[in-house]
């Protein structure tokens, strides 16, 4: 189906995605969901006066609606991001190893760089490490030729202090160039820079298909730190629970679907709020085959084996 002009062009946006009948993904084992279980690994990546940045960091803290600071270190933020790291990663990462659950990291080049224990406690957890970007910062006012530099420099710690590149990248505040950006490597088979559906699905931008992992801004603990958002664990809980039921009897009706769960070392890694994740995955234990908790490379890997599309020759070898 040709898409509408607008303004005299082609719409960028597919609106129409996969319609009234979505495919069947093809789980394995007949699951009814695939559930990814993603930690954002931000801290030490975050806007700062010590890492070169004019201001402060503002976002996803337990200071909601905190202002930058022009020109000024915030000690408090400092502090609050420090914990994800010192604390938190610690408590989240004994919580889903205990569980022996797959997990995939959106992991910040230069966080990395700051915490290299962290780092190795990963891999040796056998968790897929994928890219978020360099910097946990907003790039949609960054230069192409800086943003370029970035990816380049986070590919290059990946396969420096994880062992190996990245598959997956998630740069998380990107702009209308990041894809393009990131398809001039040839490590990645996936990008999450989108939240437009509940199944994986396939971008020709670039000429040649480009896996597209969706992921969520809602079933996410993000919503700890904004306005009318979560307020304790056992609402994280609720909802992680309620969204995972309705798509896995969407699943049992014939239509199953993918779910996310996004993470954070210094929102969720607080106690309280642990425990609400805790009794989360508990439940998804208790669902047993119906649920396919799967790393991002994971279900990358089974969409284009399962799900390439036809006349585009075959997939690239290293996609299997």
Not at 91 to 118: D, K, Y
Not at 194 to 200: F, N, V
Request: net charge negative.
């Amino acid at each position: 189906m040709a898409l509408p002009a607008m303004y005299g062009a082609p719409d960028p946006r597919d609106v129409f995605g996969y319609g009234a009948q979505p495919p069947d993904p093809k789980w394995p084992n007949g699951a009814k969901v695939a559930l990814s279980l993603v930690l954002n690994y931000e801290e030490g990546a975050e806007s700062c006066l010590l890492h070169g940045d004019g201001e402060s960091e503002k976002l996803l803290s337990e200071i909601v609606g905190a202002a930058a600071l022009t020109g000024q270190r915030s000690a408090n933020m400092e502090s609050l991001y420090d914990y994800g790291a010192r604390a938190g990663f610690w408590r989240l990462h004994r919580l889903i190893t205990s569980r022996r659950m797959p997990c995939t990291v959106f992991a910040c080049g230069m966080a990395l760089e700051r915490n290299p224990e962290a780092a190795r406690a990963m891999v040796a957890a056998n968790w897929e490490v994928a890219s978020h970007g360099y910097r946990w910062i907003d790039y949609q006012e960054v230069d192409e030729a800086t943003e370029r530099e970035h990816i380049a420099k986070t590919i290059a710690v990946h396969d420096a202090i994880i062992g190996k590149k990245p598959v997956g990248m998630y740069q998380g505040k990107p702009n209308v160039n990041t894809r393009r950006l990131v398809l001039e490597h040839d490590c990645f088979l996936y990008d999450c820079d989108s939240y437009a559906d509940d199944l994986p699905y396939w971008s020709f931008e670039s000429g040649r298909p480009h896996l597209i992992v969706p992921y969520t801004l809602s079933e996410n603990d993000m919503r700890f730190a904004i306005p009318n958002g979560f307020s304790h664990g056992d609402e994280f809980f609720a909802y992680l629970r309620d969204s995972l039921d309705y798509l896995v009897e969407e699943g049992r009706q014939g239509a199953p679907k993918m779910m996310s769960v996004g993470l954070h070392c210094r929102l969720v890694g607080r106690p309280g709020r642990a425990h609400g994740l805790a009794k989360f995955l508990a439940h998804v234990e208790a669902l047993k085959s119906e649920v396919w908790v799967a790393t991002r490379e994971d279900i990358a890997r089974h969409w284009y084996k399962h799900h390439w599309p036809a006349g585009h020759g075959s997939p690239p070898a290293h996609a299997f």
